[in-house]
């Protein structure tokens, strides 16, 4: 079992930046494969970005150069840095656990998620 509490969203103005934490609990935090997800209103949810055990990562092409997704293993937290943020990047964010399947990366534990709102 694995618990996970995201951090940081609010209310920010288009073209502003935030920073969003997931803390994560109950299971070794370093061997996991960690996401970040959005569900905006009426809007399936996305995949945003992914980060492995050691630190590689891989992107949604529709946050790519704007988004950074990062980890650090000693407090057992991940982060999504978002920069130049967009009227459209209204949603709200989880984090998620994730592993690989034959059909691709699924996720098995999810955070209750953090709203972000930005203004136009």
């Known amino acids: 079992q694995v618990q996970l509490v995201e951090s940081g969203g609010g209310l920010v103005q288009a073209g502003g930046s935030l920073r969003l934490s997931c803390a994560a609990s109950g299971r070794t935090f370093s061997t996991l494969i960690m996401g970040w997800f959005r569900q905006a209103p009426g809007k399936e949810r996305e995949f945003l970005a992914r980060v492995f055990s050691r630190g590689s990562t891989t992107y949604a092409d529709s946050v790519k150069g704007r988004f950074t997704i990062s980890r650090d293993n000693a407090e057992n937290t991940v982060y999504l840095q978002m920069r130049s943020l967009k009227p459209e990047d209204t949603a709200v964010y989880y984090c998620?656990?994730?592993?690989?399947?034959?059909?691709?990366?699924?996720?098995?534990?999810w955070g209750h998620g953090t709203q972000v709102t930005v203004s136009s």
């Open positions: 998620a656990v994730q592993r690989w399947a034959s059909s691709g990366y699924v996720s098995d534990y």
